[in-house]
Nanobody
């Protein structure tokens, strides 16, 4: 059974930091690219950051460049999202996604989400 479990969300003030973690089980984690998505109330889910299966390529949404850092540890089967200088507009539910496209099909798995609230 495949599981992605996010943790680390919470309530913080603007300018503070949080570190989200996503722990995977039931998959060959090192084969999968991983993305962090977020969804704010009334808005579409958006990709915040992604990291390739080997960790050598990372991409960020313009809105978080310079503030967020994605990293992974394939031995521990985890991906982290370090979020610094948080802003009100970062408030959302954050989801971890693992993605792999084999020759014959595409595999996508999602976590249950973790709430991040930035409020004064």
């Amino acid at each position: 059974q495949v599981q992605l479990v996010e943790s680390g969300g919470g309530l913080v003030q603007p300018g503070e930091s949080l570190r989200l973690s996503c722990a995977a089980s039931g998959i060959i984690f090192s084969q999968y690219a991983v993305g962090w998505y977020r969804q704010a109330p009334g808005k579409q889910r958006e990709l915040v950051a992604s990291i390739s299966s080997g960790g050598n390529r990372v991409d960020y949404a313009d809105s978080v460049k310079g503030r967020f850092t994605i990293s992974r540890d394939n031995n521990k089967k985890t991906v982290s999202l370090q979020m610094n200088n948080l802003k009100f507009e970062d408030t959302a539910v954050y989801y971890c996604n693992a993605h792999w496209a084999s020759r014959f099909r595409t595999y996508d798995y999602w976590g249950q989400g973790t709430q991040v609230t930035v409020s004064s």
